[in-house]
């Protein structure tokens, strides 16, 4: 007899979010049925849709409920995780966070332009170039992508990019803020803010410095 996943096992085993999915059945991305009032998959199909997809199947023993919110640990733990980036271009703020966007890691294919466009629906409301140079674009809210822990993609562009910032200056460093919580959010927004108030540090990040040594720069200030 054919095996079916509820739901919520999907969910468990793509370690995402519930709404992350509910999304995805809304849209259409995933072939689930609904059947007796609950959506439903067959053991099967989910796993080819998966590879279709590069997606990642977890085992479900002992594996992280996507309900649960990780605890923050650090910008520098996150800045690891979100990579740092060189040599960017584009000629116009969208065009270089869509550069960033294809940058990200630990994000799924399916997920890219879902995260492009809850950054454009930021900036509409007011620029996240903070001056100096330097932008924190963010989502508004959790963009519901199912990233367990917070991340800070650096990226470096080849030449600065116009970008409305509250200086008027263009900008060379984009540092995008990813979260899988409103919480994680904030808190990860006040403190690489914090770091961006200290002016040497700032200076520094402005060179364009190799991602090793930015990185044992931000460990000395911490």
């Not at 085992?59 to 060189?86: C, H, K, N, W």
């Not at 914090?194 to 190799?210: E, G, I, K, S």
């Amino acid at each position: 007899m054919p095996v079916e996943l509820t739901i919520k096992e999907v969910a468990t085993r793509l370690s995402i979010p519930m709404e992350t999915l509910h999304r995805w059945v809304r849209q259409g991305k995933i072939p689930m049925q609904r059947i007796r009032g609950e959506y439903v998959i067959r053991k099967e199909m989910f796993e080819r849709w998966a590879d279709e997809h590069k997606l990642n199947i977890h085992a479900t023993t002992g594996a992280v409920q996507p309900s649960e919110e990780a605890a923050f640990d650090g910008v520098l733990p996150a800045m690891q995780r979100g990579g740092i980036f060189y040599g960017l271009t584009g000629d116009s703020k969208e065009a270089a966070l869509q550069a960033a966007v294809a940058n990200i890691p630990n994000l799924e294919r399916i997920d890219r332009k879902i995260v492009f466009e809850k950054l454009i629906e930021r900036e509409q409301l007011a620029s996240t170039g903070i001056g100096h140079g330097i932008a924190l674009p963010h989502p508004r809210a959790n963009p519901g992508i199912g990233l367990m822990l917070p991340q800070i993609s650096t990226c470096f562009f080849a030449k600065p990019i116009p970008y409305d910032a509250i200086d008027g200056q263009p900008v060379s460093v984009m540092m995008v803020l990813l979260s899988g919580s409103t919480k994680l959010h904030l808190t990860l927004l006040s403190k690489i803010s914090f770091y961006l108030r200290n002016r040497p540090f700032r200076d520094y990040l402005l060179t364009a410095p190799p991602a090793q040594a930015l990185l044992d720069k931000l460990a000395e200030m911490q």
